[in-house]
């Protein structure tokens, strides 16, 4: 019979399901778990702030499609930590959240770091909150807390653990692992459901197929190609899905926004397949600016709340997104599916118009700094093919999307639903540890950096050779684009920053460091930086004038 503590019985858990890093910063009141994981070779990556160590494990979880662990201490550790609960649970992230808090007996004592209910301020953001009171009961409670999270539709938890929970000694037979902590099991669609979509998609002129998160967090990628040359249907995507289908597959249409290009009479899309798709944001919601509200929609989602929500379905499939293209497949190869080569020649001409407008934009541009088309253009054909990107900033990521190619999934990880600026450095972080053998390059402003800056320390002293591209236009950028439009050009107030020099701060913490302030000096500074094997910053001067075409978008809807 042994003793052990409940910070030994909730690593021993998280080691059973194949936990292999946390991210965190230390406290008092998580030494337990710190100790655990050092008995089991649970490599902790500690951050210099906690919003970063839950962004990490986010940007973890998504490129992994597999849990993330973050954790806080009480108080302020956990208070840090409410922006990325608050980001996983819009964007459907699969995180574990762990938050130290006050010992049980401390309740109402004016003690440190206390005093507020953790769990109610996190229950509204996460799919479960719990407050952990029985040492032994600590197994069973982190399985829940495993399934609940990495089941559909996938989402944050948080498990609060008092201290003296944590630290307290019990025999470990009372408090045995559970046997199946996972459920692999995914839900499939319907055959009626199944063959309506096949006839809609059959009847279509202008069929579109819409991938989100849902079809990349089952891993439909082979599915999907399958089904595309097999129909002949072009895809477009949303950020977490691009690459499921490569953005070298002549049928590949391009991010969400570039629908908005097919904006005449006979050339917008009457059918379209959204897999893993959650209408609102990034689709425009109820708008009819990408997909018309005429046309015809086949929703496939595992969560029901989201199918009807915003647009109104012909055919509505709660099921895992890979098994209904399964279904589909099967299907499909017995029909003679239509000649839809004029839809595609459509198609490609307003991805070349779009790139030949924007390009054509750029080299006009005489104004101070690098135009950012021109800037974004420059890392995109700069970075290697198996990059992982990271997109930052409330302009700077909308440049990048004009020209982001990857053709491998989950290559690209940008802003979802909250719109959290300042995530890049942490995500960066996240996708660095779970690709070890993989280059990253972040892109991000120069307004976002300022958030996490001391992270430059952080991947300095973990060596996680990270390459950031600031995106330096002496501007919170968005704002002062919609400052200059709803108040006037000469009223601009709280929306301008400093040229700072940015890369001398990275260089500060050890970083290889640059400033960059022309177009075609861009390309051999990334390259450089990628070859120095250092953490890098790249502060990219750019002009401040040009709204990305994204934003201008989201402006009418």
Same mark, same amino acid.
């Given at each position: 019979?042994?003793?052990?503590?409940?910070?030994?019985?909730?690593?021993?858990?998280?080691?059973?399901?194949?936990?292999?890093?946390?991210?965190?910063?230390?406290?008092?009141?998580?030494?337990?778990?710190?100790?655990?994981?050092?008995?089991?070779?649970?490599?902790?990556?500690?951050?210099?702030?906690?919003?970063?160590?839950?962004?990490?494990?986010?940007?973890?979880?998504?490129?992994?499609?597999?849990?993330?662990?973050?954790?806080?201490?009480?108080?302020?550790?956990?208070?840090?930590?409410?922006?990325?609960?608050?980001?996983?649970?819009?964007?459907?992230?699969?995180?574990?959240?762990?938050?130290?808090?006050?010992?049980?007996?401390?309740?109402?004592?004016?003690?440190?770091?206390?005093?507020?209910?953790?769990?109610?301020?996190?229950?509204?953001?996460?799919?479960?909150?719990?407050?952990?009171?029985?040492?032994?009961?600590?197994?069973?409670?982190?399985?829940?807390?495993?399934?609940?999270?990495?089941?559909?539709?996938?989402?944050?938890?948080?498990?609060?653990? *008092?201290?003296?929970?944590?630290?307290? *000694?019990?025999?470990?037979?009372?408090?045995?692992?559970?046997?199946?902590?996972?459920?692999?099991?995914?839900?499939?669609?319907?055959?009626?459901?199944?063959?309506?979509?096949?006839? !809609?998609?059959?009847?279509?002129?202008?069929?579109?197929?819409?991938?989100?998160?849902?079809?990349?967090?089952?891993?439909?990628?082979?599915?999907?190609?399958?089904?595309?040359?097999?129909?002949?249907? *072009?895809?477009?995507?949303?950020?977490?899905?691009?690459?499921? !289908?490569?953005?070298?597959?002549?049928?590949?249409?391009?991010?969400?926004?570039? !629908?908005?290009?097919?904006?005449?009479?006979?050339?917008?899309?009457?059918?379209?397949?959204?897999?893993?798709?959650?209408?609102?944001?990034?689709?425009?919601?109820?708008?009819?600016?990408?997909?018309?509200?005429?046309?015809?929609?086949?929703?496939?989602?595992?969560?029901?709340?989201?199918?009807?929500?915003?647009?109104?379905?012909?055919?509505?499939?709660?099921?895992?997104?890979?098994?209904?293209?399964?279904? !589909?497949?099967?299907?499909?190869?017995?029909?003679?599916?239509?000649?839809?080569?004029?839809?595609?020649?459509?198609?490609?001409?307003?991805?070349?118009?779009?790139?030949?407008?924007?390009?054509?934009?750029?080299?006009?541009?005489?104004?101070?700094?690098?135009?950012?088309?021109?800037?974004?253009?420059?890392?995109?054909?700069?970075?290697?093919?198996?990059?992982?990107?990271?997109?930052?900033?409330?302009?700077?990521?909308?440049?990048?999307?004009?020209?982001?190619?990857?053709?491998?999934?989950?290559?690209?990880?940008?802003?979802?639903?909250?719109?959290?600026?300042?995530?890049?450095?942490?995500?960066?972080?996240?996708?660095?540890?779970?690709?070890?053998?993989?280059?990253?390059?972040?892109?991000?402003?120069?307004?976002?950096?300022?958030?996490?800056?001391?992270?430059?320390?952080?991947?300095?002293?973990?060596?996680?050779?990270?390459?950031?591209?600031?995106?330096?236009?002496?501007?919170?950028?968005?704002?002062?684009?919609?400052?200059?439009?709803?108040?006037?050009?000469?009223?601009?107030?709280?929306?301008?920053?400093?040229?700072?020099?940015?890369?001398?701060?990275?260089?500060?913490?050890?970083?290889?460091?640059?400033?960059?302030?022309?177009?075609?000096?861009?390309?051999?500074?990334?390259?450089?930086?990628?070859?120095?094997?250092?953490?890098?910053?790249?502060?990219?001067?750019?002009?401040?004038?040009?709204?990305?075409?994204?934003?201008?978008?989201?402006?009418?809807?």
């Amino acid at each position: 019979m042994a003793m052990v503590t409940g910070g030994e019985l909730l690593i021993r858990t998280l080691a059973t399901v194949g936990v292999k890093h946390v991210f965190g910063i230390h406290g008092a009141h998580l030494e337990t778990l710190f100790q655990g994981c050092r008995n089991h070779d649970i490599t902790i990556v500690d951050t210099r702030h906690e919003v970063a160590a839950g962004h990490a494990a986010e940007g973890y979880a998504r490129s992994l499609r597999q849990l993330g662990v973050a954790m806080g201490t009480a108080g302020p550790g956990f208070t840090n930590l409410l922006t990325s609960i608050t980001n996983a649970y819009l964007d459907h992230s699969p995180v574990l959240y762990l938050s130290g808090s006050a010992a049980l007996w401390q309740a109402e004592t004016n003690t440190l770091q206390a005093g507020f209910d953790q769990v109610a301020m996190a229950k509204p953001v996460t799919k479960w909150a719990h407050r952990v009171t029985v040492t032994k009961d600590i197994p069973r409670l982190v399985a829940q807390a495993v399934r609940v999270a990495t089941s559909p539709p996938m989402g944050p938890v948080l498990l609060d653990l *008092p201290m003296d929970v944590l630290s307290s *000694p019990v025999n470990d037979e009372s408090a045995p692992l559970p046997r199946t902590i996972r459920i692999d099991s995914a839900p499939p669609p319907g055959s009626q459901a199944v063959a309506a979509a096949i006839d !809609l998609l059959m009847e279509a002129r202008r069929p579109v197929i819409l991938v989100g998160a849902g079809a990349w967090y089952s891993h439909a990628e082979d599915e999907l190609r399958k089904f595309v040359d097999t129909t002949g249907i *072009p895809v477009y995507s949303d950020f977490q899905a691009h690459g499921l !289908l490569p953005s070298s597959h002549p049928l590949y249409g391009g991010t969400f926004h570039k !629908l908005a290009d097919l904006d005449t009479p006979g050339n917008r899309a009457d059918v379209a397949l959204a897999l893993g798709v959650r209408f609102g944001l990034f689709t425009l919601g109820a708008s009819d600016l990408l997909v018309p509200v005429a046309a015809r929609l086949i929703h496939v989602e595992t969560d029901p709340q989201e199918i009807g929500r915003l647009r109104d379905v012909a055919v509505g499939i709660v099921a895992d997104s890979r098994e209904t293209l399964r279904a !589909l497949n099967a299907l499909a190869s017995a029909h003679q599916w239509p000649d839809l080569s004029g839809w595609h020649r459509t198609i490609q001409q307003a991805r070349t118009d779009r790139r030949q407008r924007l390009a054509s934009a750029a080299r006009e541009h005489h104004r101070l700094g690098i135009h950012p088309y021109q800037a974004v253009s420059a890392i995109a054909d700069s970075i290697d093919e198996g990059t992982l990107v990271v997109g930052d900033g409330a302009e700077a990521y909308h440049w990048l999307n004009e020209v982001i190619r990857q053709n491998r999934p989950g290559s690209y990880l940008t802003h979802g639903f909250l719109g959290a600026v300042g995530h890049g450095l942490g995500l960066s972080l996240g996708v660095q540890v779970a690709n070890s053998g993989r280059p990253v390059l972040c892109l991000t402003g120069d307004g976002a950096v300022g958030f996490t800056i001391a992270e430059f320390d952080t991947m300095v002293r973990l060596s996680l050779p990270i390459v950031v591209v600031v995106m330096n236009n002496r501007s919170w950028g968005a704002s002062q684009h919609f400052q200059e439009m709803v108040s006037g050009k000469d009223k601009l107030i709280g929306t301008q920053l400093a040229n700072t020099n940015y890369h001398d701060v990275a260089a500060a913490f050890g970083c290889h460091a640059q400033r960059v302030t022309e177009a075609e000096a861009l390309g051999p500074a990334i390259r450089a930086a990628f070859a120095s094997g250092k953490p890098a910053c790249l502060n990219v001067i750019v002009d401040v004038d040009p709204p990305p075409p994204e934003l201008e978008l989201l402006s009418k809807a």
